[in-house]
């Protein structure tokens, strides 16, 4: 079977972009449904007019309007314009050939990718031992086996996940190998926001080479952008000999097997977050959620978007404010035990309710690993937010900085950790590493592996 791409990535952005141009018919019912459209420049423009810039820069390269600007710069992959769409088109992907377009002409994030980097290796150093930061992100040694479960790249900074994930599939006897970090990235970074296609298809191609070395049956993901970007926008590029699909889908397809080892009742009453942009995922989780026994889901609440964070909802920080808001609300008027995330991104921005006393904050893995009867890993991103104090978070990280190779300045990041943690590289605003005492300076400790 041949695996190569069926042409270059260029080519094969452009004949997409091509042909959904000429399949639309510019009747704008996809910005009408659209939840951002009140919040940016599109508000109050005929809904023709803002699908028609989009079409028209794909089709000519005519320049983007203000209003398809934002329209396009701010989808948050929510995919309620999927089927709305009379002609079949997919907007989301329309949307997101048009991000690529519009970075290979000037993006506003030219060295995503490198922030990216630091920041993920930073963080994850913060939090694990060594034994588990190298099987996160170094890449294993090649053999056949049946499962590869990918993490992609920013899963890693909250690890704790992962290690919840591994202990599921170990507990169903998986025989897998781990895939995942910036070595193993699935070239969104490159390809949509930094503008560089050629850089996107070598890192691409890297890291489905790094799958179908292990010639696995299937290669289950973690990471929704991930998930849109190999299995959406880049579907049908390239041949692959594997099923690629979530995690959760996975599982639940063995829920039977799952919920005969749920030896650990978890009493509990519990609200779930949840997003539209891959409703199949959340329903998976669901599945799992209610094999769990004692457990009482009292309310699941979807906000837009496919997942929180840079690519997700933070696209539209106003619309997701409001939604972020409506979720924590809802956690109080039900009287909930518990709040339960999605994603890594979605735990990153919810974890931090838990000062306020009234409930707890666990990600879906935290609860099967539990039901399993077993530990779920230690969440320290949970413990440096209760911290609420970065001189305490410096002083307790500095051992796991050191084991990892990773002699940080203090001060350094004391003063830039909070915005590592917010993954401000996503909106253009990490400076941080040109910053006197970064890792890679002039002046700043050696840190083995991140500084260049």
């Known amino acids: 079977m041949d695996l190569s791409p069926t042409t270059s990535l260029h080519k094969f952005l452009d004949s997409e972009a091509q042909a959904i141009a000429a ?18 420049a599109a508000a109050g423009q005929p809904a023709s007019f803002v699908a028609g810039g989009i079409i028209d820069f794909l089709a000519r390269g005519d320049a983007l309007g203000a209003a398809s600007e934002a329209w396009a710069s701010s989808c948050n992959g929510c995919g309620l314009c999927i089927p709305e769409c009379p002609e079949g088109i997919n907007p989301r992907k329309m949307l997101a050939l048009a991000g690529a377009k519009a970075s290979s002409q000037g993006s506003k994030t030219p060295e995503l990718f490198r922030q990216m980097s630091r920041a993920i290796k930073i963080m994850l150093a913060m939090q694990i031992v060594p034994e588990e930061f190298r099987r996160l992100f170094t890449p294993p040694a090649t053999r056949s086996v049946p499962v590869v479960f990918y993490l992609g790249c920013n899963a890693l900074r909250t690890p704790h996940l992962l290690f919840n994930s591994m202990a599921v599939l170990d507990a169903l006897d998986v025989d897998y190998e781990v895939v995942g970090g910036p070595s193993s990235c699935c070239g969104v970074i490159a390809t949509k926001w930094e503008g560089k296609i050629d850089t996107g298809a070598r890192v691409t ?9 292990f ?4 290669v289950l993901n973690w990471c929704p952008t991930c998930q849109l970007h190999l299995g959406e926008t880049l579907e049908g590029h390239r041949p692959r000999s594997y099923d690629f699909d979530h995690l959760t889908k996975y599982l639940a397809s063995r829920i039977d097997e799952l919920r005969a080892k749920f030896v650990s009742p978890f009493p509990r009453r ?20 209610r094999a769990i026994p004692g457990l009482e889901i009292v309310e699941t609440v979807f906000e837009s978007g496919y997942t929180c964070g840079g690519s997700g909802c933070s ?23 518990i709040l339960v995330t999605l994603y890594h991104g ?21 609860l099967l690993v539990e039901a399993l ?44 950790g909070p915005t590592l943690f917010a993954a401000l590289e996503f909106k253009g605003h990490l400076d941080c590493f040109e910053a006197p ?12 592996g991140v500084a260049g």
């Open 270 to 289: 519990v609200i779930v977050h949840a997003h539209v942009g891959r409703a199949d995922i959340c329903h998976d989780v669901d599945t799992l959620l």
């Open 346 to 366: 979605c735990h990153g921005v919810f974890v931090g309710a838990e000062t306020q006393g009234h409930f707890r904050v666990l990600n879906f893995t935290d």
């Open 215 to 218: 010639r696995p049956e299937k």
């Open 23 to 40: 399949a639309c018919t510019k009747c704008g019912k996809c910005v009408e449904v659209c939840p951002v459209v009140p919040f940016g």
């Open 315 to 337: 696209k539209a920080p106003e619309l997701a404010a409001r939604e972020h808001a409506e979720l924590i609300e809802r956690a109080h008027a039900t009287k909930a035990d």
């Open 205 to 213: 191609a890297n890291t489905i080479d790094r799958f179908e070395g």
């Open 373 to 416: 009867g077993g530990i779920p890993h230690p969440d320290r991103l949970k413990q440096f937010s209760l911290l609420g104090d970065w001189q305490m978070i410096v002083d307790d990280a500095r051992p796991y900085l050191l084991a990892n190779g990773l002699d940080i300045d203090q001060d350094w990041l004391k003063r830039h």
């Open 437 to 448: 005492g970064a890792p890679g300076t002039a002046g700043a400790r050696h840190v083995h």
